[in-house]
């Protein structure tokens, strides 16, 4: 940056001066209106003048007027100090948190349930935010969070890790997405144990190693292991599959209507795998969007 550009030979002082001279087209009207000595101000109009290397008024005996110059000043001037106004008050409201551009993560599942209503509230709430959203598997998310790449994310766990704060919030239920000529559509739920004879199609376990091994170890609660386990991402491939009849999916229970025909939904009766979602923020986070976020998800989500 160049800084010698910006060194002026005036204040945002004379331009005020100058603005309210060019409205009343009269010193001594506008140093009433200034509250400041009708000389003072005469010597602030000859310093910007002088700054400027040209005359803005053309002063008569009884009244005075802008010359061209002053009025292409007068005619601009307004423009910038609006921006100037707009800059400051910007800065003030992000260092008070107040503003922001904020980057969310977060999993399909949260975005389909509870997400949305924070979005709005935050939008609605807070002057001038604006969001940029990132979809990831829950371990990309933290990776995000943790490397200051996103201000928070919305994952299908709650993990306990130095490294970010965890907030959780309310659990939804997991269901399973069947070929709609299965046996088991014929009920409205079903018992997990009845898929024990069943191919699960799961996501891919390193993605999120929590909510795969607590699907399986509910499946071991109920005496068995699931027949053969077939790993695939994104979720779309999933149902893709089960709709071929290659087995069966498990999807949370707000993703139900992303089934496509040749398959069906049912949910599961309890006990049965949840999603225990949190929402994880790298411990440097502060500002009224954090304070509002965490009042809402206090007040409606958990």
Not at 72 to 91: C, E, G, K, V
Not at 200 to 219: A, G, H, K
């Amino acid at each position: 940056m160049m800084l010698n550009n910006y060194q002026l030979k005036f204040e945002i002082r004379h331009l005020r001066s100058f603005l309210v001279i060019s409205d009343v087209l009269s010193f001594r009207r506008a140093a009433e209106i200034l509250h400041i000595a009708q000389p003072a101000l005469s010597r602030q109009i000859a310093q910007l003048e002088e700054a400027l290397d040209c005359e803005l008024f053309d002063r008569q005996k009884r009244k005075i007027k802008l010359t061209k110059a002053g009025e292409f000043l007068f005619n601009r001037l307004p423009i910038l100090l609006d921006q100037i106004n707009d800059i400051s008050h910007q800065t003030q409201m992000i260092a008070n948190g107040r503003t922001a551009k904020l980057r969310f993560g977060y999993s399909s599942a949260a975005m389909s349930s509870f997400l949305p209503a924070i979005i709005r509230e935050l939008q609605n709430t807070l002057q001038n935010c604006n969001f940029k959203f990132v979809e990831g598997t829950s371990n990309k998310l933290i990776e995000g969070v943790i490397s200051k790449q996103l201000d928070a994310a919305f994952i299908l766990f709650r993990p306990n890790n130095d490294l970010f704060k965890t907030i959780p919030i309310k659990s939804d239920k997991i269901g399973i997405i069947l070929p709609d000529d299965h046996i088991l559509t014929k009920k409205k739920r079903i018992n997990l144990k009845e898929l024990k004879d069943e191919t699960f199609i799961l996501f891919p376990r390193d993605t999120n190693p929590v909510m795969y091994d607590e699907i399986i170890s509910y499946c071991h609660k109920v005496n068995f292991s699931p027949k053969e386990i077939i790993e695939t991402a994104p979720r779309s491939t999933a149902i893709g599959l089960v709709a071929a009849g290659q087995g069966v999916a498990t999807i949370a229970e707000p993703l139900k209507n992303t089934c496509v025909k040749g398959t069906t939904y049912r949910s599961l009766i309890q006990p049965a795998p949840m999603i225990n979602y949190a929402c994880i923020l790298h411990p440097d986070c502060s500002g009224q969007w954090l304070d509002l976020l965490v009042d809402y998800i206090k007040k409606y989500l958990t």
